[in-house]
Nanobody, 126 residues
């Protein structure tokens, strides 16, 4: 069983930056893709981006492309979501997720992610 824990959220002003972390325990996820999602108030959970297991390939949603980046440190069993140029509409709960098998390339399909963290709140004031 894998447990994922996000951290790093908080209250910031528009234009600020944050770095969210996703830590795994129970099993190394260094060989697994990791995705990031968010749920904004009153909206469904949405895909933000995904990183492959080596960190050499990333993909992002159009809404965050160019502002958010994902990186990982496999030695530390950590994946990061770097949020830059934050906007009030980025406010929401941010989740990391991982598939159940390293052969799965989940992309933006939430159904392919088996493990989810509890989320971390990001609030951006105007």
């Amino acid at each position: 069983q894998v447990q994922l824990v996000e951290s790093g959220g908080g209250l910031v002003q528009a234009g600020a930056s944050l770095r969210l972390s996703c830590a795994a325990s129970g099993r190394s996820f260094s060989s697994y893709a990791v995705g990031w999602f968010r749920q904004r108030p009153g909206k469904e959970r949405e895909f933000i981006g995904v990183i492959n297991w080596t960190g050499s390939n990333t993909r992002y949603s159009d809404s965050v492309e160019g502002r958010f980046t994902i990186s990982r440190d496999n030695a530390m069993n950590l994946v990061y979501l770097h949020l830059n140029s934050l906007r009030p509409e980025d406010t929401g709960v941010y989740y990391c997720a991982a598939p159940s098998d390293r052969t799965i390339v989940p992309g933006s399909n939430m159904k392919l992610y088996a493990y989810w963290g509890q989320g971390t709140q990001v609030t951006v004031s105007s």
